[in-house]
């Protein structure tokens, strides 16, 4: 029979194993992104300069085989203004679209920029990675963030299905600031095709990261709508969306940690 200070020993390691583990920095995978840097102009919702669009692809996923940037990225996520998901159906017209990129915010956004740098396949990728984005064929590559001129919503899709997986502690991180004074943002999530949960963050002139949980059982699809409210001079920006899913195997490998630790432990009492 072990003594019990022995076994005592064993869990108090394993458990501050665990414990390590757990107040390391959080690994994830994002699943899809924004940095809204394939807009052609400030102020058109055009891709091309030549069509204005009411759905803007990600251009960045940690599943996206290539450099985790570029086209191949399209297929795990989507932006919409058509009255998808209840998302505001934008009139398509440069006069009196309410949600459009903006230079406005003098670039990009700082906050949030690293966010597609924490997992797979290209851990040196961050938002505005314009020379991969134009190796992975890209047409452009502003540095624009995504602004309200009137009230209205967005709403960004992720997608699992293309890499025929599901999870579940999916969050969002974003992101926001105003041009002056404050504005309130609303966030509802839900997962696959409905929203669960509202939140509202309050932005100010400071360039802040953002990030909200998305609770619910393991799905395939996440879905984040952002309503806007703008009021007066007070425009608010939103940028570097990227919804993301904890890395896979980083429990197992937390709990592989903590055993081995124990084993070793055990074998020294």
């Not at 924004?34 to 891709?47: E, R």
């Not at 624009?144 to 899709?157: K, M, Q, R, W, Y």
């Not at 999870?167 to 943002?185: N, Q, Y």
């Not at 425009?235 to 990227?242: G, H, K, R, T, W």
Request: net charge negative.
């Amino acid at each position: 029979m072990i003594p019990m200070h022995r076994l005592a020993r064993t869990a108090s390691l394993a458990g501050f194993a665990l414990a390590l583990l757990a107040g390391g920095p959080a690994r994830a995978q994002v699943v899809a992104g924004w940095d809204f840097s394939q807009y052609f102009v400030d102020g058109a919702l055009s891709l091309d300069g030549e069509t204005l669009v009411a759905t803007l692809p990600a251009n960045y996923s940690d599943f996206d085989p290539s450099y985790g940037a570029g086209p191949e990225s399209a297929a795990f996520g989507t932006m919409y203004l058509d009255g998808t998901y209840g998302s505001t159906a934008t009139p398509l017209d440069i006069d009196n679209d309410p949600i459009v990129p903006s230079a406005a915010a003098n670039g990009s956004l700082l906050s949030n920029l690293g966010a597609p740098e924490n997992g797979e396949p290209s851990p040196d990728v961050a938002f505005d990675a314009c020379t991969v984005l134009a190796t992975q064929g890209q047409a452009f590559c502003n540095l624009l963030v995504l602004t309200a001129l009137a009230p209205g919503s967005v709403v960004f899709e992720a997608d699992l299905g293309p890499a025929g997986e599901t999870a579940d502690g999916w969050t969002v991180t974003f992101a926001g600031k105003t041009s002056a004074g404050t504005s309130t943002l609303s966030v509802d999530v839900g997962t696959d095709g409905g929203f669960s949960a509202s939140r509202s963050v309050e932005l100010t002139t400071t360039d802040a990261l953002y990030t909200v949980g998305i609770e619910g059982a393991a799905s395939q699809k996440a879905l984040v709508r952002f309503g806007f409210d703008p009021m007066g001079t007070d425009q608010p920006f939103l940028d570097n969306v990227a919804i993301s899913v904890p890395e896979a195997g980083s429990l197992a490998q937390a709990l592989v940690a903590a055993a081995a630790l124990a084993a070793v432990a055990h074998r020294r009492a």
